[in-house]
């Protein structure tokens, strides 16, 4: 069955540093892989992702995540953090139609 | 409205009660799943449905949780003899076919 570690429950940087957050996954077939982002008190918006074309997938809001096989890893950059990038972030995986999401990593910007 | 939208927004209800959520899914999407999401936690996957039929139940806890979608368009998860722990955020998502899923806010449900 497909997983997705996240590592790293919380990210702390500051305002224009880069953004790195980490996923692993586990998947027996070559898997679809998404990240998405949460704002407080809000739904799940898609990020980015990979549907096995590009390993390097731009998202919006200027992220974009690359595809490692050799790694199991679809860790999520961004060059230059804003402060409205505050939010969580969540990782998933899905094989047919159902989708495994990490546990999440809380992005902090600092002024 | 273009978005998935679930009512209600808050739900809070006393322990052994039943409780119904409410899922209005993008129209035309034939795909909806149910998710739940505890306090610091990711979704976890309940339920998913193709059209009027659950595809996939295996994520559902226990027989206390069944989902209906009668008409291939709006979904109801009905939980019974609700538990504390069973209060968490509930999400639902739609999509088409070969598509992303989107979110609608999620209801919270609490059981005191």
């Known amino acids: 069955a497909q997983s997705v570690t996240q590592l790293g429950s919380h990210v702390s940087v500051s305002e224009g540093a880069l953004v790195l957050l980490r996923c692993n996954y586990s998947s027996s077939v070559p898997p679809y892989l998404f990240w998405y982002v949460q704002y407080p008190n809000q739904g799940l918006q898609l990020l980015l992702k990979?549907?096995?074309?590009?390993?390097l997938v731009k998202g919006i809001n200027g992220f974009e995540a690359e595809f490692k096989k050799s790694e199991t890893s679809f860790h999520l950059t961004k060059p230059s953090a804003h402060m409205s990038d505050a939010a969580e972030y969540f990782c998933?995986?899905?094989?047919?139609?159902?989708?495994?999401f990490g546990a999440g990593t809380r992005l902090t910007v600092k002024p | 409205g273009a978005g998935v939208s679930q009512t209600p927004s808050n739900k809070v209800t006393e322990k052994g009660k039943y409780v119904e959520l409410r899922c209005d899914p993008i129209s035309g999407h034939t795909a909806l799943y149910w998710y739940r999401q505890s306090l610091g936690q990711g979704p976890e996957f309940l339920i998913y449905?193709?059209?009027?039929?659950?595809?996939?139940d295996s994520g559902l806890p226990n027989d206390r949780f069944f989902a209906v979608r009668p008409e291939g368009s709006v979904s109801t998860l009905k939980i019974q003899r609700t538990e504390r722990g069973d209060s968490a955020v509930y999400l639902c998502?739609?999509?088409?076919?070969?598509?992303?899923?989107?979110f609608g806010p999620g209801t919270r449900l609490t059981v005191l």
């Open positions: 998502a739609s999509s088409s076919v070969k598509s992303e899923q989107f």
């Open positions: 990979y549907t096995s074309a590009a390993t």
């Open positions: 998933a995986v899905s094989e047919n139609n159902d989708m495994r």
């Open positions: 449905f193709q059209g009027t039929g659950a595809a996939d």
